[in-house]
């Protein structure tokens, strides 16, 4: 599971400035999900050693957006690619040996996705209602998830992987919507390539999710 970064809030901008932000983070959520699916391409015969090297380096890219959102966009776009070229990387044996055995539970978790990112960050941007809440539980309830899954790891509970997989979706349904509606509330273009960062960990996490179901759990 790849977590977002964490919620937060800024100024309004004007609606023109709003719009002009809201394509370009789109841009950017497309152009990182293509670097992603290079990378998913190119990593596809990677070894289990290589790929956890490509998880770090992925997780250490979005770490340094977090540290160098004062530098130049050039160094913020650098190293969005980087982290979706790295988590391709990383994902890439996995969804090749399930391309390989079950190719329709891919697409239908790849157009699944395309749905659900649709509805509910159309919700999560057109809504007038405050989600900072829904973003901060939502978080937490992530943190929730996480530990959850650990237990799994070491308890054996009938259909856990299902409903592991649902509270997943429904937790980030949640910080879909927040994450679209920040990009309504942010303060600037140069957020941008931090709120599209985001919105592809929302997606990636949703599409994994859905892969689970779709699957029966062998992704």
Known sequence: MYESPAPGYAPAMTRDQTATLFGQVMWLVAATAGVFALGCYLGRNLS??????????????????????????????????????????????????????????VWQAAGATALFMAGFGSAGYLTRRDLSMLGRISFFA???????????????????DLLYSILGLVIFAGLTMFDFQRVRRSKGIASAPMLAAAIFLDGLNVFLFFLRIFSGGRD
């Open 48 to 105: 289990s050693g290589w790929s956890i090297v490509a998880i770090v380096l992925g997780f250490g890219c979005l770490i340094a957006m977090n540290f160098t959102r004062s530098l130049s966009e050039q160094v913020q776009l650098a190293l969005l690619a980087g982290m979706g070229l790295f988590l391709g990387l990383a994902m890439g044996p996995g969804l090749a040996y399930l391309s390989s055995i079950d190719p329709r539970a």
């Open 142 to 160: 992530l943190i929730a998830l996480i530990l959850f899954g650990i237990v799994l790891i070491f308890v054996q509970i009938p259909h856990a």
